[in-house]
């Protein structure tokens, strides 16, 4: 469940002094309503046909009687009056105080409306007619001072800002609830200002429907860290320790800080290392302090470019002692790592060898750790590509994922000891482009799949999602011919099975790189050549083919009624023809488990 935070006291940008803000009233704004929330049947004056039970007061049909409290209004202050109507008919509602009407209200919703009173009437809730029938909830009234500007300042879009004013030596701070003029607000107090005259400083909030809000954020130190809003893009902002959501300015070791990036342009995002990084247009910059000391209010951060290779607008992954980030073409992976020898980052590109995969930007990345160490990439065309990734054994490897469709979003979501990607794919069916959340399971060798597990038989039904679509079908370990899936979404197989996976076949590929031999101190390239022998080891591997060549999955010893057993150990082929590559392809076109563990074989270089 989604909760609003308020942030306390901050953060703000530098203090000024001109114009100065008047306030009328120090505060604070406390809620003047007792029981608002109608938990207990007190406080409030009811009328006939008016109840409080189970948390809301009620009104039911038969009289046009009231529902009051007093509040200690008083004439010229400035109410502001927050209330739900949950449901009425009959009429319409009306709230007043201070003798002031508010809007008569006929259909639910939670209104907020500011009273400036004329006189000490109290808060009261009044039906329009004898027959309204209507419930409420959620009531609340605070007092508020009217700030008043010395010359032009406040802008409706900073409605919701904080504002800070200094009285003498002491600041009071509040939220602007609304704006009147460009020379008035109203401002709810939540710590009492220091007076009633001219403020000596005030300090805006920093963050705002005008100023725009942070578009990053990391913890770091025991601190959440935001950067860069549209106002102040060159900023970082971090809370008091370990109280997320205190930003109120001090000088304390724990207090909260700000610093800006003079040399960064428009910083995209924040990450936590060594010390704060800070991926910007131009680059990457490192904040941190002096010695092993900690960034703090009272020890500023040193700054120092690790890396001159822009970022773009995407949140980068932490994947072991390496932090990989989209550089600002969206097309390049980089990765940044600390190294020891050079005390700094070294940024090599990821992707260098990839690049003709990435046909469209980056659009998403994650990093899925378990079963396998695989950085997944989702590009903005619904291209999925996946980069096997291991530094400590040197292993980067990208393969592309290819489906009947095209990926709109991917996610990692922990699953009983593993991390599973889940992807909402957009896939055309009957004719209309269908959405549907899907995982990978390492276990089905087709997409968009559904799996049956129980008593033989020979119907599968629910697969209303394919309608229209050839299907692959596995019952039993075996594989059975392709169905193209009818309106009722039923298939018959024969013979039976207990366990049947239906789902959109695909053609796993692998494809090694042209074989470098050298002959002498030249290069083979170019040279005819053969492949003798290609010898490939597999682990629980049914029925593949090398360079178009199958290999059978069936010894004359495996029962013909029973799906063929999965096979580990060395696959030879022998006799492959010449040519001047040396491509090794491996392919499985059956939607069955095909794991490489080598490929290697004896090569015959020609003249």
């Avoid at 033989?456 to 392709?482: N, S, Y």
Wanted: aromatic content about 10%.
């Amino acid at each position: 469940i989604w909760k609003y935070i308020d942030f306390i006291d901050g953060p703000y940008e530098d203090e000024i002094y001109f114009p100065t803000i008047t306030p009328s009233w120090t505060g604070p704004s406390i809620n003047k309503v007792v029981n608002g929330s109608f938990d207990t049947d007190t406080v409030w004056v009811k009328g006939a046909n008016w109840t409080i039970a189970n948390g809301v007061a009620s009104k039911s049909a038969g009289g046009l009687n009231n529902l009051s409290q007093n509040t200690g209004e008083a004439a010229s202050e400035v109410y502001m009056v927050t209330w739900t109507l949950i449901s009425i008919s009959g009429g319409s509602l009306t709230m007043s105080i201070g003798g002031v009407s508010g809007t008569a209200r006929s259909a639910p919703g939670t209104f907020i409306e500011f009273i400036t009173a004329t006189g000490i009437g109290d808060l009261t809730f009044t039906p329009s007619a004898a027959e309204v029938v209507c419930s409420i909830d959620n009531v609340s009234v605070r007092r508020l001072s009217v700030l008043t500007a010395s010359s032009a300042l406040f802008q409706v879009e900073h409605e919701g800002a904080l504002w800070r004013i200094r009285h003498g030596t002491t600041w009071g701070y509040g939220v602007i609830e609304k704006y009147i003029s460009p020379t008035s607000a109203y401002l709810r107090v939540i710590r009492t200002l220091g007076g009633t005259g001219a403020s000596a400083g005030h300090r805006e909030g920093a963050w705002s429907k005008l100023n725009g809000y942070p578009r990053s954020l990391t913890f770091h130190e025991q601190r959440i860290v935001y950067a860069s809003s549209p106002e102040h893009p060159q900023t970082v902002w971090a809370s008091k320790t370990w109280e997320f959501n205190n930003f109120s300015p001090g000088t304390e070791d724990d207090s909260p800080y700000t610093f800006v990036i003079a040399d960064a342009n428009n910083i995209r995002w924040v990450a936590s290392g060594r010390g704060i990084l800070l991926g910007a247009k131009n680059g990457v910059f490192l904040a941190q302090a002096s010695g092993d000391n900690p960034i703090s209010a009272t020890s500023p951060p040193m700054i120092t470019s690790q890396s001159t290779k822009g970022s773009a607008k995407i949140q980068p992954i932490r994947v072991g002692k390496a932090l990989i980030f989209v550089q600002e073409s969206g097309q390049k992976l980089i990765e940044l790592a600390y190294t020891y020898e050079l005390d700094s980052y070294a940024d090599p590109d990821l992707s260098i060898r990839a690049s003709h995969l990435f046909e469209s930007d980056i659009a998403e990345i994650i990093f899925q750790q378990e079963p396998y160490s695989i950085l997944w990439v989702m590009l903005y065309d619904g291209t999925l590509l996946g980069c096997t990734y291991d530094r400590s054994i040197n292993v980067v490897a990208w393969h592309e994922q290819n489906t009947d469709g095209y990926i709109e979003s991917i996610g990692n979501i922990p699953y009983f000891g593993e991390h599973q990607l889940w992807a909402s794919v957009a896939r055309k069916i009957g004719g209309s482009m269908v959405r549907y959340i899907e995982y990978l399971d390492w276990n089905i060798q087709q997409d968009s799949a559904l799996t049956y597990e129980g008593e033989k038989t020979t119907v599968v039904r629910g697969l209303h999602h394919l309608k229209g679509k050839t299907v692959e079908i596995v019952g039993d370990g075996a594989t059975r011919p392709p169905q193209v899936v009818p309106e009722n979404g039923q298939l018959t197989i024969s013979p039976g099975a207990e366990k049947i996976v239906v789902g959109l076949g695909y053609t796993p590929k692998i494809v090694t790189q042209r074989p470098e031999v050298l002959q002498g101190v030249e290069t083979s390239q170019g040279l005819p050549r053969r492949w003798s022998k290609i010898t490939v080891r597999v682990l629980n591997t049914i029925g593949i083919f090398i360079n178009g060549k199958r290999v059978p999955s069936r010894k004359p010893s495996d029962p013909m009624d029973e799906g063929p057993p999965p096979f580990s150990g060395l696959l030879d082929i022998t006799n492959l023809g010449w040519d001047r590559d040396g491509y090794i392809t491996i392919e499985q076109r059956l939607p069955l488990p095909m794991e490489i563990v080598c490929i290697t074989g004896t090569l015959t270089i020609g003249d």
